[in-house]
């Protein structure tokens, strides 16, 4: 049976980054793969993570399982940090969550719950969103119809055209919105923006599903909360999918959360039991180390400190690096204005160049990005920035 399958071709990035590690150009620079990565080039432990798994290495007691929401701990402080611990919806009991594998594991589980709700229900997405987001939601059953989102030609937001296609959505179809740190564009929402966009689900029946892989790594941890606290504010359901992959640098630990939003207590209760069960027939339980590595840390105010600190840090860095970037494409002389990248947030951004160009870079300099000119910008450094920009003066003006 096996002889007859055809090989799948490995997903570009992984592909991409498996040339870049096979490169022995000595400038070489990936700004491919989505993890951040320090001045030095190294995607590293943060010094929190290393010291709760140090305690944790004296005070874990058991390896016996968990369930399949992970801890109560875990998910009680997981719901402050991203609703805010005194918002309306957790006091109200409105909300369940559970520990999930990473955020792909949320997205996906959320969609399983969602096609369970009602199979007729489609999933609107951004055009262009994450590669990874249509495998894991049309995975579990959901039709999936996107809106414009990214205009190439202004570098923003095609703000009339995305609510005019959400005009189109029929009542209980869900949204895909990212959280902060729109991935692939760091085009984000402002807040007038999110308020439009709520008044238009609200009017039409549109449930919000939030996908919030990055919260503090665009202006900070509360102020990257703002849609999801706001919408939980205004609906009665909505769903959101989080990951500490790259705010606690997390990546191979694999944690996750997802949490419901339900009309009220006992409506969380049964969503919750539905979700439960979902997750019972998929992994049965989530890997329990990062999320005890999560709940250490946020258990503790002189590790959240630490982990906040040093988050910052990270955010800052971004932000640094777009600002000399756009300096010093303008001092370069490249013809055209470079400014966008300094106005969007996270790791991602269009450079907006041709995928000719962008296979230039790869082939005469050994600079590695996806062909759609996304670029990872935390991939840069101050050793690098010189080469980087003289590398795309020549491919631009070739
Ligand atoms: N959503 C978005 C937009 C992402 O970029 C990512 C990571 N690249 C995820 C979700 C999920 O990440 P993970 O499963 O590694 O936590």
């Known amino acids: 049976m096996f002889e007859q399958l055809k090989p799948v071709p490995q997903d570009p990035i992984l592909s991409l980054l498996a040339d870049y590690r096979a490169d022995t150009h000595p400038h070489k620079l990936d700004l491919g793969i989505g993890v951040y990565k320090d001045e030095q080039g190294n995607t590293p432990i943060m010094r929190a993570v290393k010291e709760a798994e140090h305690r944790l290495l004296t005070t874990e007691k058991s390896k016996s399982y968990t369930t399949p929401a992970g801890t109560d701990e875990y998910n009680q402080l997981a719901r402050a940090l991203v ?15 559970a520990q999930t594998p990473g955020g792909c594991g949320a997205l996906r589980m959320g969609a399983e719950f969602l096609h369970g709700c009602n199979q007729k229900s489609r999933v609107w997405v951004s055009l262009p969103t994450w590669a ?8 579990a059953g959901l039709e999936i119809v996107e809106y414009p989102y990214y205009d190439y030609a202004t570098h923003g937001i095609q703000f009339e055209a995305m609510l005019e296609a959400l005009e189109q959505a029929s009542a209980g179809d869900f949204v895909l919105l990212h959280g902060c740190c729109h991935n692939p564009s760091g085009a984000d929402l402002n807040r007038e923006q999110w308020h439009a966009v709520a008044d238009l689900m609200a009017r039409k029946g549109l449930i919000p599903f939030v996908d919030m892989a990055y919260q503090g790594l665009g202006n900070g941890l509360d102020q990257d909360a703002f849609g999801v606290r706001m919408l939980a504010e205004r609906f009665p359901e909505m769903l959101v999918a989080t990951s500490c992959s790259k705010n606690v640098g997390l ?32 992994y049965s339980m989530p890997p329990a180390h990062g999320a005890a590595i999560v709940e250490t840390i946020l258990a503790d105010a002189g590790l959240t400190a630490s982990w906040e600190y040093e988050l910052a840090a990270m955010r800052e860095r971004i932000q640094g690096l777009r600002q000399q970037l756009v300096a010093a494409i303008a001092a370069s002389g490249i013809d055209g204005d470079f400014a ?23 082939q005469d300099y050994s600079i590695y990005m996806i062909n759609s000119s996304r670029m990872n910008i935390a991939g840069l450094n101050q050793g690098s920035m010189d080469y980087f920009v003289s590398a795309l003066t020549e491919v631009l003006s070739a």
């Open 132 to 139: 990874n987001h249509a495998p894991l939601l049309a995975g």
């Open 251 to 282: 990546y191979r630990e694999r944690t996750g959360t997802l949490f419901i939003v339900a009309a009220n207590r006992a409506e969380a209760q049964t969503a919750g039991s539905q979700l439960f069960s979902k997750i019972r027939s998929h």
């Open 340 to 362: 966008f990248i300094q106005q969007q947030f996270g790791m991602f951004s269009f450079l907006g160049i041709t995928p000719l160009q962008v296979e230039q870079l790869r």
């Open 83 to 97: 609703f805010g611990a005194d918002h309306a919806a957790l006091r109200d009991q409105r909300v369940v969550s």
